[in-house]
């Protein structure tokens, strides 16, 4: 498998496609709705200050020129995007391409399961593998930190496949990656669909309903209590649907361990003080008022009815009270208009 097709070109498909070309380890097409704005090859700016590039092979906006000649395609869309991207690629893929996302949580298998062909081998990442930011669109990004591992599902192929697989994308990022037991595993985690959406709610929704903020707040390094106590109240309903479903004891680490924290206060000091958070902002905008909420932000249209609403869902289908959980994705999809499904 030495062709890849990066499909996206915001900060993770600037990093993937620059870091696998760079390091040489496939041949990289890339799919984007900008295809002019691209040069022939991606630089990044390394976390120990270093730069390396990569050369494009070919970037396009059309599936039909980029899709039919990848051995493995990769998803760097958002959750909106997901659903009439496969229906866009699916007539052009081939059948023993490995067709992925770089991050699971925002419905990729859900939806994948239904529109490719059963045949069709399906993998996606739990967690993203970099954090990542456009420099230059189309030229140039910065990596701004690593995992230590990788954790991916891979379906609709034999075990002996899946694990060749998961070696080849370890030696594609240089990380260790492990395989989970389903997609389930990959789908269902505690990172941005209750991460963020906690935070939002604890920021703009409650007792800071209409709130007016003075300047822009730091969506990690300003992060309350209030919001650390949400994060970890959502994260106990969250795992008491997880103990309802075919998935294994302990692949996913609570809040608070992942996270190295024992209560609220622990928690929040420690949002706050991860390096490769710091700087990013809150989905706000400025009026002549003040700064208020940005409800056209990804943080809200992909987070609540792409993210939590997979969480949301198989609570209800499995019985499980989850009345934070309730509360923030009813309050979520209120603010962008739409209604629970």
Request: glycine share 8%; aromatic share 12%; proline share 6%.
């Amino acid at each position: 498998m030495k062709r890849v097709c990066i499909c996206g070109g915001g900060s993770l498909g600037h990093v993937i496609a620059g870091w696998l070309a760079a390091k040489g380890k496939a041949e990289v097409n890339l799919l984007t709705g900008r295809p002019e704005s691209w040069g022939e090859s991606v630089t990044l700016m390394l976390p120990d200050s270093r730069t390396i590039a990569g050369r494009l092979s070919v970037v396009s906006g059309s599936p039909a020129d980029v899709i039919p000649q990848s051995d493995v395609v990769l998803f760097c869309y958002p959750g909106f995007m997901i659903v009439s991207e496969l229906t866009r690629i699916k007539p052009h893929l081939a059948p023993n391409a490995y067709v992925g996302s770089v991050f699971s949580s925002t419905g990729f298998f859900f939806e994948a399961l239904k529109i490719l062909d059963p045949t069709q081998p399906i993998w996606g990442f739990q967690r993203v593998p970099f954090i990542s930011r456009v420099a230059e669109y189309g030229r140039s990004a910065n990596l701004l930190g690593y995992k230590p591992c990788y954790h991916i599902a891979v379906e609709n192929t034999p075990e002996a496949d899946k694990q060749t697989f998961a070696e080849m994308i370890a030696d594609w990022f240089e990380r260790p990656v492990y395989l989970l037991r389903n997609y389930l595993e990959a789908s269902l985690t505690n990172s941005n669909p209750i991460l963020h959406t906690s935070r939002l709610y604890t920021m703009f929704g409650g007792e800071n309903e209409g709130r007016v903020y003075p300047r822009m707040i730091k969506f990690y390094e300003e992060w309350t209590v209030e919001a650390a106590d949400m994060l970890i109240r959502m994260d106990e309903e969250f795992f008491r649907v997880l103990a309802t479903l075919p998935v294994t004891e302990g692949y996913l680490p609570t809040i608070l361990d992942y996270y190295e924290s024992h209560d609220a206060h622990s928690l929040a000091h420690k949002l706050s003080s991860i390096e490769g958070f710091k700087g990013i902002t809150s989905p706000m905008k400025q009026t002549t008022e003040g700064w208020v909420p940005d409800f056209e932000s990804r943080y809200f249209t992909e987070d609540f009815p792409y993210g939590l609403k997979y969480i949301w869902q198989l609570a209800k289908e499995q019985g499980i009270s989850t009345p934070n959980i309730d509360k923030v994705y009813s309050w979520g999809l209120e603010k962008i208009g739409q209604l629970p499904q």
